[in-house]
């Protein structure tokens, strides 16, 4: 039998090294965003992370505890948490304003997402009808993840991924010289996906944008999952307003919003769609969502279609106001008699 023999590094030490497979020990407490990047990008072609939990038995029994922490919560800590050298100011700005902060707020949404899903995703995995010895293959391949985007981009788009399964599951090729099952069911996935017309299950988004999981979701995630949209949203829209004071060129394209209250708050969540794309995907041009040969990946296909669409809504919204016209007073004057 041949072994290689490895030791135990520390994340600084393991910069710049490359294994097979990386195993990472992540403290919540003192680890940060940066390190856990590092720890988890060492395996070329997997990476496990265990996560530091206190020992309940450490616990004094007559202190009134703080309520558990979910593994996903205890990995949220880590990704808010920065290394950048800065001075104790800025260090309590930055905690102050640590949810004020798009990038953790979407990273954080991504991973409670994705974990929201686990269970549900690998119990349609598991009664799928996949050829002999393959359903192992696809479990514990390194490409599961992916496989776990490409349903939920499915199902984003309307469509059961269970009928999907069914569809697809078959078609698998066993056998060490094919490509790996996961990657070639994610691949078939997206494929139809991007076949498919929208489906009328289609899910709600955040901001329009991002696909929020499928219920059921447990309370805790739920509410985790929820205060974080409510703080998206918000910081989009305020993406638009910057770039309406500054006379950014993608927002004038967007036309000027109607002077309607309801038709103005529906032009701004249509913007904000297209603002929160633009900060997700680094697109800096004038045109609203970029250049479509740009798109990258199944991912980016995904939010740029649903770009497209807030786009088609605002043209569709003005469209509509220039149909009814300049809106008129009419007073009702009491009539004199003879």
């Not at 479990?139 to 788009?157: D, G």
């Not at 106001?321 to 004199?336: E, F, I, K, L, M």
């Amino acid at each position: 039998m041949n072994i290689d023999v490895a030791y135990a590094s520390t994340v600084h030490r393991a910069q710049g090294a490359s294994v097979d497979t990386a195993h990472a020990l992540v403290d919540p407490e003192a680890s940060s965003r940066e390190l856990f990047y590092v720890a988890m990008t060492r395996g070329k072609h997997r990476n496990h992370a265990y996560v530091i939990v206190p020992d309940p038995h450490e616990v004094e029994p007559h202190l009134d505890q703080p309520e558990p922490l979910t593994l996903t919560d205890r990995l949220a800590k880590v990704l808010a948490r920065s290394d950048a050298d800065l001075s104790a100011t800025e260090t309590l700005a930055l905690e102050v304003d640590r949810h004020a902060s798009l990038s953790t707020l979407l990273a954080e949404y991504d991973v409670l997402a994705r974990e929201a899903q686990t269970d549900r995703w690998a119990a349609l995995l598991d009664v799928a009808p996949f050829p002999e010895n393959v359903a192992d293959d696809v479990f514990t391949s390194p490409y599961y993840e992916h496989l776990e985007s490409a349903l939920a981009r499915h199902e984003a788009a309307g469509h059961l991924a269970a009928v999907a399964l069914t569809a697809l599951a078959p078609r698998l090729t066993p056998g060490e010289d094919q490509a790996d099952p996961a990657a070639q069911l994610a691949d078939m996935l997206d494929q139809a996906t991007q076949k498919l017309r929208p489906g009328k299950r289609t899910r709600a988004r955040v901001a329009g944008l991002i696909p929020t999981p499928a219920e059921p979701i447990a309370d805790d995630m739920q509410t985790a999952l929820t205060e974080r949209q409510i703080l998206i949203e918000a910081a989009a829209l305020q993406l638009v307003h910057d770039a309406q004071e500054v006379g950014a060129a993608w927002v004038t394209r967007l036309g000027q919003p109607s002077v309607r209250p309801e038709a103005q708050e529906r032009w701004e969540a249509h913007a904000a769609t297209v603002a929160l794309y633009r900060y997700r995907h680094e697109i800096t041009g004038p045109a609203p969502l970029g250049d479509p040969n740009a798109v990258r990946g199944p991912h980016q296909a995904a939010e740029y279609r649903a770009g497209q669409l807030a786009l088609r809504q605002i043209k569709a919204s003005a469209q509509h106001d220039d149909d009814r016209g300049p809106q008129s007073t009419v007073r009702n004057t009491p009539r004199r008699g003879l």
